[in-house]
């Protein structure tokens, strides 16, 4: 699952999600399509959570990763001195 948090020129919240609805597996020379079970209200919550604590760890290494790429960044008499 992927949160998008920016669209093109506005704040538009979205999700993207893989749902698979089954499988095609070879039989008797044939494909056939086996489709899955619908899945129960706890494993539905259980994956909601699971990827909500996946979002919120990814979002703290993009900040920290932010700050640490702001704070390095060379002084502008650097840039100049360099020609």
């Known amino acids: 699952m ?5 669209g093109s020129a506005n704040l ?9 609805e089954g499988v095609y597996r ?3 020379g044939a494909l056939k399509f086996h489709s ?4 129960t209200t706890e494993q539905l ?5 699971c990827s909500a604590v996946r979002q919120a ?7 920290q990763a932010e700050r640490r790429f702001a704070s390095a ?8 001195d360099s020609r």
């Open 36 to 39: 899955v079970r619908t899945p």
């Open 73 to 80: 960044a060379l002084p502008m008499s650097f840039i100049a």
């Open 26 to 28: 070879i039989q008797k």
């Open 2 to 6: 992927l949160i998008q948090r920016l």
């Open 12 to 20: 538009n919240i979205h999700l993207h999600c893989l749902v698979f």
């Open 57 to 63: 760890h990814c979002s703290l290494l993009t900040a």
């Open 45 to 49: 919550t259980s994956a909601f959570d």
